[in-house]
């Protein structure tokens, strides 16, 4: 079995700042090689977008273009967690934030395609209103 669970979603004003959590559980991931993980979302009516992405092993890191420089993505190895702080939201970051995890490694952190990976979560809605 193999599960991510997001949490820290919310309702925020513009110009506020959160922080996401992704913690990945189960034999899985216990027994696997996780190679990259990444945030994405998904705005009503929209295709899911690639937001993030951070290599398991190195901390490589990768951000859409959306995000870059007012976002920071971060992991916690030994607690099999990954962190998405934003700042500086806006009404356009209003999506439910997903995350993901590669575990068979064939594309590059720096592949922003939702193929790549092979788990998801069940998201974590973000709004941002004033």
């Known amino acids: 079995q193999a599960q991510l669970v997001e949490s820290g979603g919310g309702q925020v004003q513009p110009g506020d700042s959160l922080t996401l959590s992704c913690v990945a559980s189960g034999d899985t991931f216990r027994t696997s090689r996780i190679y990259t993980m990444a945030w994405f979302r998904q705005a009503p009516g929209k295709e899911r977008e690639f937001v993030a992405a951070?290599?398991?092993?190195?901390?490589?890191?990768y951000y859409a273009k959306s995000v870059k420089g007012r976002s920071t993505i971060a992991k916690d190895n030994a607690k099999n967690s990954m962190y998405l702080q934003v700042n500086s939201l806006q009404p356009e970051d209003t999506a439910i934030y997903y995350c993901?995890?590669?575990?068979?490694?064939?594309?590059?952190?720096?592949?922003?395609?939702?193929?790549?990976?092979?788990?998801w979560g069940q998201g974590t809605q973000v709004t941002v209103s004033s």
């Open positions: 951070i290599g398991w092993n190195g901390g490589t890191t």
């Open positions: 993901a995890a590669d575990l068979e490694g064939n594309l590059s952190v720096f592949n922003p395609s939702p193929l790549k990976y092979n788990y």
